[in-house]
């Protein structure tokens, strides 16, 4: 049953019923292109870097962990073998020997059942030739297609090497793929970068005298010229104050927050990951910790002119964080990040968001690593945000006001890339 209202002189269907409020949530949210506002997926330009392909899939760290925990096999024999090895050991034990349960595995499940590909295979053949014969271009598309994406940020780092000669040999990335400056070479580890710096002619003092932070200022423009990134992002300790009396301090306060303001670039902070946790497991060795919110507060009161973008990775910040974005109109809680983006949890985090700050938050990113990943987080996600929105839209129909479905377009809308692009200005050529 629908009821009508005229508003603006244009008729407006009121969903008053369940049912069919249910079914246009769930057409508007798989059919509503997203802004993938964090990832380290980058194009087929970027040579090496770009990822795609069942071996690359199956070698994603979340997986190689689970691997590890159900196989003999050491840590020091699993870096010692070959990407191919690793994948056919990542899929025999999690997929052949074993029901691929968890989130990542059934990752994996999703991609392959996209693609027509047979999840119960005893091997790999098949999965290889098809993603062998792809051709690349056509493949790129077809994915952003699948995952219903038009834009995606990559993560880039301006220490490393390979990206380095990339953007110094004039890389013209896809345009559906956006840059972001990303600072934890610089800002977690100073001494490293100070001798990175040195490597590239840049000498600088351990001490961060004035000239040396002029320096670093003059490094971190010299990058936004060349990649003209979205934003710039750090990934930060669960140990993380503001203020501190360490070197990090010192170059967030007098180089990044400058270069915000005067760039007006957002600043994007990831916090709660404890790098390292278990170093022989490499890049899959991090873990999490809780953060005291409250140095994100004290960042986002003295500098309300830079607009901030924050996600947290522990569980027991989600709450709080929400709490601040309340307090702080300069703060934009975004992503369910790594070790939450299970559903169990994605569903209960984005309840509190609605249920707090309303259409104001980006309720996902995919984090992706390797292409086709865009297909399963996305895909995953989805029916995530349709139960929370269903749930928030029911209470609202059961407290008296029903919503029309453009209003429900124009709500995830916004979530979806609105509120993005908001926060980052015109560096986002999207439009609808
Ligand atoms: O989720 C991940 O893949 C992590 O390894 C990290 O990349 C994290 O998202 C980060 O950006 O530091
Ligand atoms: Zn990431």
Known sequence: MTTTLTRNQTETELLTDRVELRRQIETVVNTTPVIDVHTHVFPPEFDEMFRFGIDEL???????????????????HFWRMTRTEQADLVWKSLFVDNTPLSEAARGIVSILDAFGLDSRAPNLREARAFFGDQNISEHVDRVFDMACLKEIVMTNDPFDELETQLWDGGANPDPRFHASLRLDGLLNDWEGAARRLACQDISVDAGL???????????????????????????????????????????????????????????VLMVGVRRAVNPALRIAGDGMGHADMSALERMCAQNPDVRFLATYLSRENQHELCVSARKFSNLMPFGCWWFLNNPSLTSEITMQRLELLGPGFIPQHSDARVLE??????????????????EAYGRLLGSGRAVSREEIIRDVSRMSSGNFRDWVGSQVSYTE
């Open 58 to 76: 199956l070698t994603y760290h979340y997986l190689i962990v689970e691997t590890l925990r159900s196989s003999d096999v050491s840590c020091d």
């Open 209 to 267: 005298g004035r000239v040396t932070l002029v320096k670093v200022r003059n490094f971190l423009d010299g990058w936004i010229e060349r990649m003209n990134p979205v934003y710039m992002a750090v990934s930060l300790p669960d140990s993380f104050r503001f203020p501190d009396t360490d070197a990090r301090d010192r170059l967030i306060r007098e180089v990044v927050l400058p270069t915000a303001r005067e760039h007006s670039l957002a600043f």
């Open 373 to 390: 990943h865009l297909i399963y987080k996305w895909r995953h996600w989805r029916p995530v945000f349709i139960e929370s929105l269903f």
